[in-house]
T-cell receptor, first 112, second 116 residues
Framework: NAGVMQNPRHLVRRRGQEARLRCSPM?????VYWYRQLPEEGLKFMVY????????ESGMPKERFSAEFPKEGPSILRIQQVVRGDSAAYFC??????????FGPGTRLTVL | AQKVTQAQTEISVVEKEDVTLDCVYE???????LFWYKQPPSGELVFLIR??????QNEISGRYSWNFQKSTSSFNFTITASQVVDSAVYFC?????????????FGGGTRVLVKP
């Protein structure tokens, strides 16, 4: 049973470009969380989605960031017009709906 | 609002020494879960333990042990006889039971450096 998969593992973008981060949850999991880890800091919650619905986006920056979890396919975290401050590790976690979350390996985004 | 504080930012020990990582949390809920995760230099998050708010029994798993004290809102983690492979950043986290999901609130992490 494959774990949570994230791709790409490393992403380099120039300022102003778009970044798309993908998360494939564990088989059977319909709940996805996204967290961001800035350099030398702990993880911060961004958004919680269930299939086709955003349930809690209280941690998402108001502009340039969006997330989706379509009926088919992976969850996508999209960052438009990236800036240097977006450089971070982005972790996705999936769950069956309970307290236990299974984390993916993360995507390291570097903005030049 | 919930909050997790890990006051120690970095701890350096010599191999075979014991090391205790402190975690203090704040929550208004009576039902919640506490977690510890390890983040080795490779960067992934490794789940170590989950404890619910109704279970104050301490737990031991090999060289790892956890001390949950509800009266002081603390959930401390001890590594006994540390090894170089224990070098990592350790995060304590809290999750409340909410209808809108169980998002985790993480502490700032404690970096543990075990020297040979």
């Amino acid at each position: 049973n494959a774990g949570v998969m994230q791709n790409p593992r490393h992403l380099v973008r120039r300022r102003g470009q778009e970044a798309r981060l993908r998360c494939s949850p564990m088989k059977g999991h319909s709940h996805v969380y996204w967290y961001r880890q800035l350099p030398e800091e702990g993880l911060k919650f961004m958004v919680y989605l269930q299939k086709e619905n955003i349930i809690d986006e209280s941690g998402m920056p108001k502009e340039r960031f969006s997330a989706e979890f379509p009926k088919e396919g992976p969850s996508i975290l999209r960052i438009q017009q990236v800036v240097r401050g977006d450089s971070a590790a982005y972790f996705c976690a999936s769950s069956l709906g309970g307290f236990e979350q299974f984390f993916g390996p993360g995507t390291r985004l570097t903005v030049l | 609002a919930q909050k997790v504080t890990q006051a120690q930012t970095e701890i350096s020990v010599v191999e075979k020494e014991d090391v205790t990582l402190d975690c203090v949390y704040e929550t208004r809920d009576t039902t919640y879960y506490l977690f510890w995760y390890k983040q080795p230099p490779s960067g992934e998050l490794v789940f170590l333990i989950r404890r619910n708010s109704f279970d104050e029994q301490n737990e031991i798993s090999g060289r790892y042990s956890w001390n949950f004290q509800k009266s002081t809102s603390s959930f401390n983690f001890t590594i006994t006889a540390s090894q170089v492979v224990d070098s990592a950043v350790y995060f304590c986290a809290l999750s409340e039971a909410k209808a809108a999901g169980n998002k985790l609130t993480f502490g700032g992490g404690t970096r543990v450096l075990v020297k040979p």
